[in-house]
């Protein structure tokens, strides 16, 4: 508390002078100037005293670096007086950071580096903490060699309370997510806003297209391809990431791959399910010619130990250059140039379990490239100037063939065109708007092309300024992104057999382009012995989607970190004391799908003759062409986050605890619209009377009226016109709106204890809790489906209004608790590290929602078969209750523009229209069991998992691990429902699996 | 002689090596037969009682006093018996059935099981035969869109078919692991209320039909047209004198109702209605509980619109169908399979017919022996040595021996088993009575 009391008696005695201050160097109308030094030295390497060639020395707060060359000489320049946070850092080396005053010019200095291995006193296998003011956690090399991973999203396993992974193997058509920020299955598309990073390149799902295209497809990206042994670290922004990045809400992973000198490393891995084998080198081109990183990776996995053929490859090739020039004046120039090429996917077509013949394939392929450019021009106007630009191309395209056979003729719809149409057989006409495929046996194989694309470049200018021990960095930046689909869409091997298919290729679509524009102010102003850093920043996205009615978009997101470091280092019982604050909007660009009209078809039966004796069958359809309907008033989903975070250590212990709310505000989500539709219909009742024998029939329909004419191929008999019933449907069709705000809540904590020397031991103790609130509340339209007809044998006619939707929940709720202790035991002279790690659920709860405007949506029914309001109950959470939901109102096709409240007339139609009561029932909704919007609690649950990482000399070292190594066969208890699940296979915790990796370093 | 002797001798090795482990007990158990109070017959001797466990099964025929007596070992039984007499002119059915009793340790033998027993008729209109367990395709795959049931007049008299509805019990599936109409005392909730649940739709002729004696009806219950084009081993059910369920407004499955033969009249087709979800009509292919009925007082439209005859259990909507409305019924359950639960009540179906899908299999009523060779003139007309039997493979035959397809042909006239307990009517045809290749 005196801290704070000193604080702002000091603020009083300066308030006016700084804040004065403060506004100047924001504004950048103050030149500051102050004395300048240089710091120049050797980087060597601790064990052989060899220079450590194009290691970084840097002095971050002050944008300045340098590379050493080949004698491990640097030298940094300009750099102004006062305290001076030195950093140093190559791959295969620990960083390390020294802190110097600078009052002149300091030459001869040696900094010594370790080579990152188990022999050091000091090694991470947890997340650590990140340094931005954005809270983040990072996993390094030694931490992903521990935790030995199947695919990259295995890290969130170490975020606080993160849980492992529970794939065994990647031998699946279901994809890898990164969920960071909410979990799938919540609303507002939580895994749709992860951005995904590898060296810059963002992996985006925006172009992906679903076969169907009536249902969406905003998930987030598939990370199966990513090679696991090129990763250097990962770090995944939990709090609100630089205005830098942009097109995302829900977290930011950012996967940093090897670059810098390295031996031949040959790793090999294995697990039940899984083989890896990969090699990689950094090769010192000599000479000023830079570094060249080779990277090879082969990983083959399989779904089933005792049938090992369906399987996931990936074959990866990494090349990265990287090279420093204009060293010697002080203004250096990196460089740095990336390509990776995959070749793999899923492929089940060697599996002989399958039927014959049937398979499906999925491609995986992928070319990433990327280049960036940093230089150092330390000018009184500005420090760095960067420029990189990066291409993903990733090629899913799938196949699956399929065996079809039928008894009588099948039609295959193909036109595109507003009207009726009959069917003719493929050899009578290949270009017939219905093809009949004809009676027998047959292989349908089906492709659908996703070929994705996104490229984008990047210019970034800092400037670093210093007054006395205030110092500021503003960010000035633009970017250029642009993400597309060049895949030919949905198509079939042979087009006699092709079902019901209209070609859409979506590489006639545009592409989407964005253009970003940010700026970012960092201040960091001492005051007594404290520091408080303040970040704002601010980022437009102007989106123009060329061909789409959307046209151009723009968006804001600005973003607020601030951080108040009490004190550092100090000699007292909390050494370390900062707190950070976070307020920030950031905003999620919509897919392909919420964008594009894509074309859809409702084909209506119009005409269905008796299969004849040989299995022909003359189908005739109305086929109606439809898009998804533009909404004009769609808004760009965005999320606001409030974090605060501490951070202290106390007597040796660290802890580290966040407290963050997120608000997801008009997340993409679509519904439905119903329009009525009259037409003819005709059927074997009306050719029944036909003197024309069956097999003599020509059938032909009249595009525009529907009439079916029959012509006798013989001319005996004259042409006859059939008769035809009249008939009615509801058509639907699909719009994309913005769904109502998602709230979740988390607060985590992670608690390193101090070693116990005597044991060699850490304890490290974290966990999250986490609340999540999704509720829909837009009004929307409902039908059963269209196959339900009326007492008087009628199409269905009313249309439900349900505020909400039409499903007795319109949300849900969760809360959890999720903590994790791990203990590792780290033996430097032995070469070993030794982990146990327990991953605990200490409190799982989820309940269904009903409600609108806070009120309670729905009513009690006294048993599930009722359908009136209990007399005894009104609270739907009063528990085992059965619930229902009725509309809001409801429309008859008999006057569409009248509303007519559901429940009046229902409850009037009981005891007064009984034909109407049991017609309007069918509209109202229910829940499946009486436990519905029972709150859902499951018992305590544990798993437990063992890692041993122990290095042989400095060329080997063998990592194991045992996920849920004690096989935890328990039971839970689900509260909701009152029922018991074993915990063997089931979506609490992972099977028991296991795995061992070498890696040798030659 | 000596390989027997070592058999017999390896034979007690083994029981006396598995006596060391575990002593299996023998309790004696005495069931005790109840008539209905309101029923004119009461207790006799030499009625057949069946404890049937889990792979076992006992038999023992009443005394006197209804009484029958077994000594058993310990296991979870369904205890059954089917009695079938006649009084003043009239067949009366007489069934009951127990599940879940347990035979275990401190069992005392003074304990009697009382059998309530339910009395029924016997139907003018029987299911003669359900096929719908799929055929084998030409390749590897199986077919299964060539459903149909036959419906045969097993009296003296036509029938009216008149207002008579198909249904399928719910669930759909005896092998269900969780059937939710199953209450905590171990019996069907619908049991005391003496009804049925028809699940998701229920079908009904669009006009009268008239079912002469002896004579039968087909009604495909899926594709109804010539599936052997396609399909070798199947049937051909595109014929002027059969029936379909064939409702395209309701149930617009693609595969499972494909056009309608021309051959087959349109009011020849059955009308829908459905109240359940889904685009084709649920009857299992593995273990239906299909039954036939006629609504009184009401029509088929009328009671399946009613949704205050709504019962519902997850994943099914069913209409509550009384008991004294149901004109026949078959229960069927999945061969070698051990969740089999029994979902009719006994006045419909007192047993059950073991069924394996996929194998062109059908469920063929058994021949009334005694009652057709009654039949004047008839005996010489009966064709025995049936050869369609599944006994070899787990399944069942007709124990009368009588083929009752070539019978027919052969001129005679077949009284098929009625005693509503498809334990004893039905047996597992090894294929269908109408595939002709």
């Given at each position: 508390m005196s801290v704070f009391i000193n604080f702002f008696d000091e603020t009083k005695r300066t308030e006016k002078k700084r804040l004065l201050l403060v506004f100047a160097v924001l504004i950048g109308f103050v030149n500051i100037a102050s004395a300048q030094f240089s710091i120049s030295g050797k980087v060597l390497n601790r064990r052989n005293q060899e220079p450590v060639e194009f290691a970084i020395v840097a002095v971050p707060n002050n944008g300045l670096w340098a590379n050493a060359n080949a004698k491990g000489e640097f030298i940094i320049k300009n750099i102004p007086a006062g305290k001076v946070k030195l950093s140093v850092q190559y791959l295969g080396f620990v960083k390390r950071e020294y802190e110097y005053t600078l009052d002149k010019n300091l030459t001869g200095l040696i900094l010594l580096m370790d080579e990152d291995n188990l022999t050091l006193s000091q090694v991470e296998i947890t997340a650590k903490k990140g340094t931005d003011l954005a809270t983040s956690f990072l996993m390094d090399r030694t931490a992903l060699d521990h935790l030995?991973?199947?695919?990259?999203?295995?890290?969130?396993?170490?975020?606080?309370?993160g849980k492992t992974n529970r794939s065994i193997h990647l031998a699946t058509t279901a994809e890898q997510r990164f969920e960071i920020n909410g979990a799938n299955g919540e609303r507002g598309n939580p895994t749709f806003g992860v951005g995904v990073e590898i060296d810059g390149v963002r992996l985006s799902n925006n172009g992906l297209r679903d076969q169907s295209a009536s249902t969406t497809r905003v998930h987030g990206v598939d990370t199966k391809n990513i090679s696991t042994s090129n990763i250097e670290s990962v770090e995944i922004v939990t709090g609100l990431p630089s205005v830098e990045f942009g097109d995302v809400t829900n977290g930011m992973v950012k996967i940093n791959t090897r670059k810098g000198i390295s031996p031949y490393i040959l790793e090999l891995s294995t697990r039940p399910n899984t083989k890896q084998v990969a090699l990689s080198k950094g090769l010192n081109l000599g000479g000023n010619n830079g570094v060249l990183n080779l990277n090879l990776d082969y990983t083959r996995s399989i779904s089933n130990l005792a049938s090992p053929f369906t399987d996931y490859k990936r074959n990866s090739l990494s090349a990265n250059y990287n090279n420093t020039f204009n060293k010697k004046n002080g203004s250096p120039i990196t460089f740095n140039f990336g390509i990776t090429g995959n070749i793999g996917g899923y492929n089940s077509?060697?599996?002989?379990?399958?039927?014959?013949n049937t398979y499906t394939k999925l491609n995986d392929n992928v070319l990433r490239a990327n280049f960036s450019t940093k230089w150092l021009l330390n000018k009184s106007w500005i420090t760095n100037l960067e420029a990189s630009g990066t291409l993903n191309y990733n090629d899913k395209l799938s196949e699956t063939s399929n065996n079809k056979s039928a008894p009588a003729s099948t039609p295959s719809i193909r036109t595109s065109t507003n009207g009726y149409h009959v069917g003719e057989i493929y050899e009578n006409n290949a270009n017939a708007p219905i093809i009949l495929i004809p009676p027998g046996y047959w292989y349908e194989i089906n492709y659908v092309d996703n070929k994705l694309i996104n490229y984008n470049g990047k210019l970034k200018a800092n400037w670093f300024k210093q007054y006395s021990n205030l110092s500021n960095n503003l960010m000035l930046g633009s970017e250029f992104s642009v993400s597309g689909n060049n895949g030919k869409g949905v198509y079939y091997d042979d087009i006699r057999y092709a079902p019901t298919w209209r070609e859409y290729r979506y590489d006639q679509e545009s592409f989407v382009k964005n253009y970003a524009f940010y700026a970012e102010d960092l201040l960091s102003i001492p005051i007594n012995h404290t520091i408080l850093q303040l970040v704002a920043g601010i980022r437009s996205d102007i989106t123009d989607i060329n061909?789409?009615?959307?046209?151009l978009v723009s968006s804001w997101s600005p973003r607020l970190n601030a951080k108040y470091i009490l004190w550092e280092k100090a000699n007292k019982v909390v050494s370390d004391f900062n707190v950070k604050l976070g307020w920030g909007k950031t905003v999620k660009l919509p897919g392909f799908d919420v964008l594009f009209a894509t074309p859809t078809f409702r084909d209506i039966l119009t005409f269905a003759p008796g299969t004849t004796a040989s299995g022909e069958t003359f189908y005739a359809y109305y086929t109606m062409p439809r898009t998804r309907i533009f909404n004009p008033d769609l808004k760009w989903q965005s999320n606001v986050q409030k974090e605060i975070a501490i951070n202290m250590n106390i007597a040796g212990n660290k802890l580290f605890i966040t407290a963050s709310q997120d608000k997801t505000s008009n997340p993409y989500t679509y519904q439905t619209d119903y329009t009525p539709f009259f037409y003819k219909l005709t059927s074997q009742v009306n050719l029944e009377q036909s003197a024309i024998p069956s097999v003599n029939r020509i059938y032909t329909i009249n595009k525009y009226t529907g009439i079916v004419t029959v012509t006798d191929k013989t001319g005996a008999f004259p042409t006859e016109t059939l008769s035809y019933a009249d008939m009615y449907t509801f058509l639907s069709n699909t719009k994309y709106i913005n769904g109502s705000a998602v709230t979740r809540n988390r607060i985590t904590w992670t608690v390193d204890f101090k070693k116990i020397e005597a044991l060699k031991t850490t304890i490290r103790v974290d966990g999250n809790y986490y609340t999540y609130k999704g509720i829909e509340e837009t009004l929307s339209a409902y039908m059963p489906n269209s196959t339900q007809m009326m007492a008087n044998g009628k199409p269905y006619k009313y249309i439900g209004f349900f505020g909400g939707g039409a499903n007795s929940a319109n949300g849900e709720m969760s809360r959890s608790v999720d903590m994790n202790f791990t203990a590792i035991t780290h033996i430097p002279k032995l070469r070993l590290i030794l982990s146990a790690r327990l991953e605990a659920s200490f409190y799982k709860l989820s309940r269904n929602l009903s409600e609108i405007n806070g009120k309670q949506r729905g009513i009690v029914l006294d048993n599930r078969d009722a359908y009136t309001p209990s007399t005894q109950q009104t609270d739907i959470y009063g528990g085992d209750r059965f619930v229902g939901l009725y509309p809001d109102y409801y429309v008859s096709l008999d006057d569409l523009n009248v509303k007519i409240p559901f429940a009046e007339k229902f409850l009037w139609a009981k005891d007064n229209d009984v034909a109407l009561y049991n017609e309007l029932a069918k509209l109202v909704q229910k829940s499946n069991t009486n436990y519905y919007f029972n709150s859902s609690r499951v018992s305590n649950y544990y798993s437990a998992n063992l890692a041993v990482t122990k290095e042989i000399g400095r060329f080997a070292s063998l990592s194991f691990f045992a996920n849920n190594f004690l096989n935890n066969l328990g039971k839970v208890y689900y509260r909701g429902s009152g029922t018991q699940a074993s915990?063997?296979?089931?979506?609490?915790i992972p099977v028991f699996n296991y795995g061992a990796s070498l890696r040798l370093k030659i | 002689m000596k390989k027997i002797a070592y058999l017999m001798l390896f034979t007690m090795l083994v029981f006396l090596s598995c006596k060391k482990d575990k002593t299996v007990k023998v309790h004696s158990v005495t069931v005790q037969l109840a008539y209905p109070a309101t029923s004119s017959l009461t207790v006799t001797a030499d009625v057949v009682v069946k404890l049937t466990g889990k792979g076992t099964s006992f038999e023992a025929k009443t005394n006197v006093e209804g009484k029958a007596i077994f000594n058993v070992p310990t296991d979870i039984y369904e205890v059954s018996a089917t009695d079938s007499r006649s009084n003043s002119g009239s067949a009366f059915i007489y069934n009951g059935v127990k599940s879940n009793v347990a035979i275990v340790d401190g069992w005392s033998a003074d304990n009697v099981i009382k059998l309530d027993l339910i009395e029924s008729k016997t139907s003018q209109i029987v299911i003669k035969e359900l096929f719908m367990g799929g055929t084998p395709a030409d390749d590897t795959g199986v077919f299964n869109y060539d459903r149909y049931v036959v419906l045969y007049n097993n009296s003296n008299t036509a029938a009216n078919l008149d207002n008579l509805c198909l249904a399928t019990v719910a669930p759909y599936n005896a092998q269900l692991t969780n059937n939710a109409y199953y209450g905590a005392d171990g019996k069907l909730t619908y049991e005391n209320e003496n009804w049925m649940p028809a699940g998701q739709a229920i079908w009904y002729f669009q006009k009268n039909v008239v079912v002469e004696p002896g004579k039968q009806i087909v009604i495909a219950?899926?594709?109804?047209?010539?599936?052997?084009?396609?399909?070798?081993k199947s049937v051909n059910l595109n014929n002027a004198a059969y029936y379909a369920t064939y409702d395209l407004a309701s149930f617009d499955h693609a595969a499972t109702y494909r056009v309608a033969g021309e051959n087959i009249p349109t009011d020849h087709y059955l009308k829908t209605v459905k109240y359940g979800t889904g685009a084709a009509w649920a009857l299992s292919n593995t273990s239906p509980g299909f039954f036939i009925f006629n609504p009184q007082n009401t029509t088929p439209v009328a009671f399946g619109n009613d949704v205050s005859q709504t019962s519902t259990i997850t994943g099914y909507v069913s209409r509550k169908v009384p008991t004294s409305w149901i004109v026949d019924g078959v229960e069927s359950y999945l061969l070698n399979n051990s969740n089999n639960k029994k979902r009719f009540l006994p006045s419909v179906d007192a047993g059950y017919v073991y069924h394996v899908n996929g194998n062109g299999y059908s469920l063929y009523r058994n021949v009334d022996e005694q009652a057709t060779k009654a039949i004047a003139g008839n005996e010489q007309k009966l064709v025995h040595n049936y050869q369609f039997g599944t006994t070899a493979v787990g399944g069942t035959t007709d124990p009368s021996g009588i083929d009752a397809e070539a019978s027919i042909r052969n001129g005679a006239r077949i009284i098929y088993k009625d005693t509503n307990n498809s334990t004893n009517d039905f047996h597992l045809r090894s294929r269908a009575s109408l595939r002709t290749n």
């Open positions: 030995q991973m199947l695919n990259v999203t295995d890290v969130s396993a170490l975020l606080p309370g077509e060697a599996d002989p379990d399958l039927f014959v061909g789409s009615e959307y046209g915990l063997f296979n089931s979506s609490l | 219950l899926a594709n109804s047209l010539n599936n052997t084009i396609t399909y070798s």
